[in-house]
């Protein structure tokens, strides 16, 4: 069975909005990207992760290629990966990734909405 790993969202300041998620609702830093633009992954008590993806001043398109996404851990990624395209589901090959430390493929959902499986070596917050 696949768990609800992260839900990602781009911010104009994401260092003002990792703040917010800390202040107001207690959740932690657990992975911290300080380059240009920043991201940051927040965990809270359960185990359920926020990535927040800092935009590139002056940009006025909003990549979708990595914000707006729920992404699912997965135990045999590549059993999750098969059963997913027999029941149809076409994945992207531009964002693939499959190495010893990190499986992920990107899919949309029948609705349309960007969807991730994920395997890491390394569980976030661990």
Not at 27 to 39: K, Q, W, Y
Not at 61 to 86: E, P
Not at 105 to 123: L, S, V
Request: hydrophobic share 45%; charged share 25%.
């Amino acid at each position: 069975m696949a768990k609800m790993e992260h839900f990602a969202l781009f911010a104009d300041d994401a260092p003002a909005l990792k703040d917010f998620f800390v202040d107001v609702f207690g959740m932690r830093v657990i992975l911290e990207n300080p380059g240009s633009p920043p991201g940051f992954f927040l965990a809270d008590d359960r185990g359920m992760a926020l990535e927040i993806i800092g935009r590139i001043k002056g940009q006025s398109n909003v990549n979708q290629r990595w914000v707006c996404h729920v992404a699912f851990w997965v135990d045999d990624f590549h059993a999750s990966y098969r059963d997913l395209q027999a029941r149809g589901l076409t994945f992207e090959t531009e964002s693939f990734v499959d190495n010893d430390d990190f499986r992920t493929a990107f899919f949309p959902d029948p609705e349309g909405n960007r969807c991730q499986i994920i395997w890491r070596r390394k569980p976030l917050g661990s």
